[in-house]
């Protein structure tokens, strides 16, 4: 088990991408299936190990501290009610982990949301989880990242090939070859053009740091889209110590974007026993009498 214990998990931007749905809703607690995206998020970080979660929020954002919650009255309808598998699930999303909340006042980027995790993670190494990423894959590479980071004692980034026309959606890194499927990283920039990118290896929403991130947060100064940028902070940190990269290429969904959004909840319900093959036979309906 790694020595890692702490999960960071920036949800303060606001998802303009999804409104009107998220004008009073955290675009974290929209559902993917029937679980808010962000507790996916949380049970891959417990599956992986760490258990001390802080979760960056902002303002309306406050039913995201409500849904880790306990919620008494639900709890207590559905005892009545002889709902017991539903009151498993309802109890269990309370009892995940030890999590904490720290609000980002301003939204000025993602390197000062997580310059606001500071205070509460100090001087040991964490991992940062951005919720529109969502991995289906049983918490393999954030646990891979973790043994990596133990064993070279540096940050690890995941990477992630992706078209020539999608790099500039990413960080972009620059690669020199390490033992497969790790690589070190030369050099690292944020949604460079298709002419300025230097791979197609894009830097996926899961990090493993050391503590030293935050005097590289310290330092920057507004990049990309006038945001301070946790890639300019990583840029630094590799001016002073290495920085791993972890390739991976299977069970990666992201949902910041519609399509993307829709696909993961198909995905993941075919993925259920209770439901895949119920879905799997709409879908065959829908293409047949649409003629798709
Ligand atoms: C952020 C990071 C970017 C990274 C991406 C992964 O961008 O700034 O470097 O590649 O997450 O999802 P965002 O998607 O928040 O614009």
Redesign the pocket.
Known sequence: MSKVRKAVIPAA?LGTRFLPATKTLPKEMLPLVDKPAIQYVVEEAVAAGLTDILIITGRNKRSIEDHFDRNFELEYYLDRDGKHEMLKDVEASSNLADIHYVRQRDPL???HAVSVAREHVGDESFAVM?P??IMADGSMLLRSMLDHHDRYGRSVLALLEVAADEIS????VEPIPFHEPLVEVRR?I??PSLDEAPSNL????RYVFTSDIFDALDRIEPG??GEL???DAIALLLEDQTVYGRKFDEGRH?I?QKLGFLRANIELALDRDDLGGDVAEMLRDIVRKRGL
């Not at 894009?202 to 929403?205: L, Y």
């Open positions: 931007v980027g993602l390197g951005l529109d990423d959606s990413y960080g972009c690292i944020e949604k894009a830097v996926f929403g990309r889209g940028q946790l890639t992201d910041g």
